[in-house]
């Protein structure tokens, strides 16, 4: 998972009701939070590698005065936003013959591929602590630091913010595989999920991965105004 997505990822995570709010030393009274945040939803990028490959559970080095793991431990569940960005653009784009205009600003496209086009998808559960033992036979500092370098400075022991390792345990997968007449849209059996090796994930091609990919192709292109 971690070599096909981006190292960094969106975690969302729901602001505690009033109960937890007026309890002492709570998040809302630490950071004097504005009042009525209750329920409201909040989604902060966030570092995560893939350390249990076998069980389809990213794990996070959580900082726990951060936000999104603040509202974890208030009982908020969690939800991990992952999305595919391609290494190399396309060598033809979307274009409307119709409307050419609809396909440039201003002779200069912001971004060189159609994001709306490509695979993305969430996963949906909640964190839980890996245990000492767990961390060391599972060699997490190697395995994260190898995607994330800088994150040496706030492992577990450092001296400035509390940190912990933990996984997201997912309980819930939906996936969104690019235009819905073309890609799979829906929600994925976590057990499929959890079972996917990773010889079936490095035998799927995904769009960009390679130079000289077309952004868009099926045949009745031209009954829509488009063309490649």
């Known amino acids: 998972m971690q070599e096909r997505t981006n190292p960094t990822h969106l975690v969302s995570t729901i602001f505690p009701s009033p109960h937890h709010a007026s309890l002492s030393n709570s998040p809302s009274t630490l950071e004097q939070r504005p009042s009525g945040l209750s329920g409201m939803p909040i989604g902060l990028m966030d570092y995560i590698s893939d350390c249990e490959p076998s069980t389809g559970n990213p794990t996070i080095l959580a900082i726990n005065i951060a936000t999104s793991f603040k509202n974890a431990a208030a009982g908020s569940n969690v939800s991990l936003s992952l999305q595919w960005t391609p290494p190399y653009p396309p060598s033809s784009r979307i274009k409307n013959t119709r409307f050419p205009s609809f396909s440039s600003h201003n002779g200069k496209e912001a971004v ?117």
């Open 112 to 228: 060189p591929y159609s994001a709306a086009n490509l695979p993305r998808f969430s996963l949906l559960g909640y964190l839980e602590k890996i245990e000492e033992g767990e961390e060391k036979a599972m060699g997490l500092r190697k395995c994260f630091m190898k995607a994330h370098p800088d994150a040496r400075y706030w492992l577990p022991g450092n001296r400035i913010h509390e940190s912990e390792w933990v996984r997201l345990v997912v309980q819930d997968v939906y996936w969104i595989g690019g235009f819905g007449d073309r890609a799979y849209i829906g929600w994925i059996p976590v057990e499929e999920w959890k079972n996917v090796t990773g010889e079936e994930v490095e035998s799927v091609r995904l769009p960009g991965e390679k130079k000289g990919w077309k952004e868009w192709s099926f045949e009745g292109l031209a009954d829509w105004g488009l063309e490649l």
